[in-house]
């Protein structure tokens, strides 16, 4: 049974920083894209970035470039979502999911991924 723990969220200041972990459980991780998205209050749910199966990083939004960065420990099974010079913009329900993708895929659609977490909420206020 595939089963994603997303762990990690908080409270911030502008300008802080935090990590999200997402523990994955049921299947290997080497062999899947994980995606990271997030839901704000009466937005929909987009796609921020992924790590595909070679580690790479996907970017789909443009304001998280350079500031956010995923990074995956197969040992360990999880994803790390590295969130520095947070805005209140991030604020938002963080998920992760995982799907297995053509080699090297990635993808910034929830449609896309079949399995979940049960999300962490990121808040980000002064």
């Known amino acids: 049974q595939v089963q994603l723990v997303e762990s990690g969220g908080g409270l911030v200041q502008p300008g802080g920083s935090l990590r999200l972990s997402c523990a994955a459980s049921?299947?290997?991780?080497?062999?899947?894209?994980i995606g990271w998205f997030r839901q704000a209050p009466g937005k929909e749910r987009e796609g921020v970035l992924c790590?595909?199966?070679?580690?790479?990083?996907?970017y789909y939004v443009e304001s998280v470039k350079g500031r956010f960065t995923i990074s995956k420990d197969n040992a360990k099974n999880t994803v790390y979502l590295q969130m520095n010079s947070l805005e209140p913009e991030d604020t938002a329900v963080y998920y992760c999911?995982?799907?297995?993708?053509?080699?090297?895929?990635?993808?910034?659609?929830?449609?896309?991924?079949?399995?979940w977490g049960q999300g962490t909420q990121v808040t980000v206020s002064s």
């Open positions: 049921g299947f290997t991780l080497a062999y899947y894209a």
């Open positions: 999911a995982a799907e297995r993708f053509e080699p090297l895929f990635c993808s910034g659609s929830p449609n896309e991924y079949s399995s």
């Open positions: 790590i595909n199966n070679d580690a790479r990083n996907i």
